[in-house]
């Protein structure tokens, strides 16, 4: 079906087209969750909560944007919420003067599926996953993201520094371990 027939069905608030706009988007959308999530049953709370404000701002779509991209930010800005909430801003990675070893991609011998990545990914305190997960994923600036999580832009360079380096770091030693 359509996403234009999707629309006018959710615009009248028909359950049977808002479940199949959910059957739709669900999938792609619980993949964004994951990463920002520490766990499934969180992902799944905000994929939730998150077609809950899709249904009942769906008047506020304009249709000249993608409908896909339009449920995508509900579901980003859905996460974000959830961050704000849990006010685990405290769990940043404590900044610690340490010798890093630069990661280079040749050190990665193999492949890795997106259900390693989003393992790595909760491993992350959660400040450092939101952060690496709306400046890498979703492509958003240090300071946009100061500005959403209300800290500073210093701040969030670091923190990407950090999750960057950590998330290398498991990387590497997956591929040792090859």
Not at 122 to 150: C, M, Q
Request: net charge positive; glycine share 4%.
């Amino acid at each position: 079906m359509s996403d234009e027939a999707l629309l006018e069905g959710c615009l009248k608030k028909d359950r049977k087209y808002q479940e199949l706009l959910y059957r739709k988007y669900s999938r792609k959308m619980y993949a964004i969750c994951q990463a920002y999530a520490r766990d499934k049953d969180m992902a799944q709370d905000i994929l939730q909560d998150s077609f809950v404000k899709v249904f009942l701002k769906i008047n506020t779509y304009a249709p000249t944007n993608s409908l896909e991209g339009w449920i995508r930010r509900v579901v980003t800005n859905t996460a974000i919420d959830y961050f704000r909430q849990s006010r685990r801003l405290n769990n940043f990675i404590e900044l610690v003067e340490e010798h890093n070893q630069e990661v280079s991609e040749d050190n990665i011998s193999r492949a890795i599926n997106v259900e390693e990545i989003l393992f790595f990914l909760r491993k992350l305190p959660e400040g450092a996953r939101v952060i690496f997960n709306l400046y890498a994923i979703e492509g958003y600036t240090h300071k946009e993201i100061a500005d959403r999580l209300s800290i500073s832009e210093g701040t969030s360079k670091s923190q990407y520094s950090r999750a960057r380096t950590i998330l290398q770091a498991y990387l590497t030693g997956l591929a040792g371990h090859v």
